[in-house]
């Protein structure tokens, strides 16, 4: 049987494709394993003892304690777009299941098991939009949801690890 060029287009095509997904895959993973380091290590410093009002109003006075906190609002919503807006993608695609709009993307991940909940996931995005926002207006607003997000650090920790892991044992070792 001799193959076509179409169809030998054809097949290159897919194996671009699926080495392209692969490849997309294995630097998202990097990328968040690293950015939950980052958000652990942060956290860790930011939250050695509990952020209060008081610490939030004298951020203006202290650059190094302001400097923690916006490295730890921006690594929280760095590693919350990685892995709601690319790495679940891009699981869910290479695992071959249909790739839609985010609700229905966190859904999946929700049946799946990668995330507790995709309605306290949304509930975490509106709280990084309140510590990015509230910063410098509430003081009060501020330190609530920093404590909020530090008590959702190991979440985000666990999701990482969950989509990673899933990531070895479907992706990658189907693949070997």
Same mark, same amino acid.
């Given at each position: 049987?001799r193959l076509t060029q179409e169809q030998i287009a054809a097949i290159?095509?897919? @194996?671009? *494709?699926?080495? $392209? ?5 294995? #630097?998202?993973?990097? @990328? ?5 380091? !980052?958000?652990? %290590?942060?956290? *860790?410093?930011?939250?050695? +003892? ?23 609002? %921006? ?18 695609? %290479?695992? $071959?299941?249909?790739? $839609? ?7 999946? %991940?929700?049946? #799946? ?8 996931? #949304?509930?975490?995005? +509106?709280? !990084? ?9 509430d003081p009060a607003v501020l330190a609530d949801a920093l404590q909020? $997000? !530090? ?16 990531? +070895?044992? +479907? ?6």
């Open positions: 049987m290159h095509r897919v @194996i671009e *494709q699926i080495t $392209g997904s692969t490849a997309r895959l294995q #630097f998202l993973t990097r @990328i968040a394993e690293r950015e939950r380091r !980052h958000l652990l %290590a942060t956290d *860790q410093r930011l939250f050695e +003892k509990p952020f209060t009002i008081e610490r939030a109003r004298a951020l203006e006075n202290l650059t190094e304690e302001s400097e923690r906190v916006d490295a730890f609002v %921006a690594r929280f919503g760095r590693l919350q777009d990685t892995l709601g807006d690319k790495l679940i993608s891009a699981l869910l695609r %290479a695992l $071959g299941e249909r790739v $839609g709009p985010a609700i229905d993307n966190l859904d999946r %991940a929700e049946r #799946f098991g990668w995330i507790p909940s995709s309605d306290d996931w #949304f509930a975490v995005r +509106k709280l !990084h939009n309140q510590m990015v926002h509230e910063y410098i207006e909020r $997000g !530090h008590r959702y650090v190991p979440v985000l920790a666990q999701v990482t690890d969950n989509l990673i892991l899933t990531t +070895k044992e +479907k992706v990658w070792r189907r693949s070997d």
